[in-house]
Structure formats: structure tokens, C-alpha cells
């Protein structure tokens, strides 16, 4: 029987530059469910995630369940993990 494993894009994201598309094609997306899941991998690359926990107020361990795809993180663990890796959430009007 052939074994796979879970992708993981994090060990992809090299540089500043893969880590700036990444967040540009998953932001273009609009899927808004897999924000956060990009901030882990975000986090997991730059090997930042005990950095971006601290930033949130929760353990490590919440923080990877709670940016999983089966995670629901509030909108401030978001806004202040986003903020721990150097971005900041912003609304802008939208001109139609």
C-alpha cells in the first residue's frame, strides 16, 4: 500500500520573497478560512512560531491547533500572530 503524507508548504517558503507570494495568491484567494493556516506556514518557515504564541497570549501547542485547518482562532489571534510576523490587518473602503 503507497503512504503519503500531509503536504507542507512552510519547507517551500525559502525566502522573504516565496513567503510575500504565498500570502499575495492566498489573499487573492479570499479564502478568508485559510488566513490563518498561512500564518502558521508563515510562522513555521521563518521558525517563529513560539515568537508569533507569545505575540498571541496562548501556548505554542494552542496556537498550531488553533491555526489549523481544523482551527476556528478569533480575529484578534489573527490580527496579533499577523502583527508578530511583521503585517498589519488593515480595512480599506472599497470603490465600486
Known sequence: MLETKKFDVSGYL????DIEEYL??????KDWQFLPVALADIAKA??????AA??????RTSLYQSLSEEGR???????RVAAALGYRVTLA????
Open 14 to 17: 525559502k525566502t522573504e520573497k
Open 24 to 29: 499575495d495568491v492566498v489573499l487573492e484567494e
Open 46 to 51: 521563518r521558525r517563529a512560531m513560539g515568537a
Open 54 to 59: 507569545k505575540a498571541a497570549g496562548v501556548s
Open 73 to 79: 482562532p478569533s480575529f484578534g489571534t489573527v490580527a
Open 93 to 96: 473602503k472599497k470603490f465600486v
